[in-house]
C-alpha cells in the first residue's frame, strides 16, 4: 500500500525558506487519482491545509499562505516537495504529507485525505 | 471561504456510551464532508469520507450523516481506544480544503 515519508530540516532561521520533502513507496506520484498535499499543525492547536500538487504540476493553494508557499512533483524520484518563504515564529509546526484521493462515490467524485505521512516537526527559529 | 465549526470542542463519556459530534459549514458543502481521528502524536486517520462512507478497516461504531451544511460522527458504542480528537473536513470547495477546529473526545 501506499506510505508516505516527509524529509528537511527540522530548524529553520525566521526569514528564511523552509523546505520539505515527501517521498513516496508502494505506488506512484503519478497516480492519476492522487492529489499531493500537504497539512501542518502547530503546537497544541488544529490541523490546517496548506495546499496540493498533481502529477502534472498543476497547484492548488490555501489563499492565507499562498504568496510565500511553492509546491513540485519529481516523478523520476516519485517525491513532491514544499517550499515556504519568508518564514516566522508562526510557521513553526508538525508538517505532513498526505494524499487526497479523488474517488468516484455514488456518481460523484469526492476528495479525502487517506494516506499520511508520520510528520516532521519544524521550528522556526534563530 | 467556506468556514467550519465543530461542537462541542470537547466531551468525556464513559465506555459504552453514545457519542454525538456535530460539524457545521458556513454554507452548503452537499455531501462533500470527512472525519479524522487523531491520537496525540499520531497522524490524523481517515474515519468517514463524502459525509457516511466509513473507511475501510475503520470499526463499525463509527458512523456519519448529514449533508448541506449540517453534519455529525456518531460513536455508537464509545471504547477507551476511542479517546482522540476529531476533526471534519470540507472538500467542496478549493483551493481551500478546510478543516474544522477539532473535538476532543475522553473516555472516562
Known amino acids: 500500500q501506499v506510505q508516505l515519508q516527509e524529509s528537511g530540516p527540522g530548524l529553520v532561521k525566521p526569514s528564511e525558506t523552509l523546505s520539505l520533502t515527501c517521498t513516496v513507496s508502494g505506488g506512484s506520484v503519478s497516480s492519476g487519482s492522487s492529489y499531493w498535499s500537504w497539512i501542518r499543525q502547530p503546537p497544541g492547536k488544529g490541523v490546517e491545509w496548506i495546499g496540493y500538487i498533481y502529477y502534472s504540476g498543476s497547484t492548488s493553494y490555501n489563499p492565507s499562505l499562498k504568496s510565500r508557499v511553492t509546491m513540485s512533483v519529481d516523478t523520476s524520484k516519485n517525491q513532491f516537495s514544499l517550499k515556504l518563504s519568508s518564514v516566522t515564529a508562526a510557521d513553526t509546526a508538525v508538517y505532513y504529507c498526505?494524499?487526497?484521493?479523488?474517488?468516484?462515490?455514488?456518481?460523484?467524485?469526492?476528495?479525502?485525505?487517506?494516506?499520511w505521512g508520520k510528520g516532521t516537526t519544524v521550528t522556526v527559529s534563530s | 471561504d467556506i468556514q467550519m465549526t465543530q461542537s462541542p470542542s470537547s466531551l468525556s463519556a464513559s465506555v459504552g456510551d453514545r457519542v454525538t459530534i456535530t460539524c457545521r459549514a458556513s454554507?452548503?458543502?452537499?455531501?462533500?464532508l470527512n472525519w479524522y481521528q487523531q491520537k496525540p502524536g499520531k497522524a490524523p486517520n481517515l474515519l468517514i469520507y463524502?459525509?457516511?462512507s466509513l473507511q475501510s478497516g475503520v470499526p463499525s461504531r463509527f458512523s456519519g450523516s448529514g449533508s448541506g451544511t449540517d453534519f455529525t460522527l456518531t460513536i455508537s458504542s464509545l471504547q477507551p481506544e476511542d479517546s482522540a480528537t476529531y476533526y471534519c473536513q470540507q472538500t467542496y470547495s478549493t483551493p481551500l480544503f478546510t478543516f474544522g477546529p477539532g473535538t476532543r473526545v475522553d473516555v472516562k
Open positions: 498526505a494524499r487526497a484521493y479523488k474517488a468516484l462515490v455514488k456518481n460523484y467524485y469526492y476528495y479525502y485525505m487517506d494516506v
Open positions: 463524502a459525509a457516511s
Open positions: 454554507q452548503s458543502i452537499s455531501s462533500h
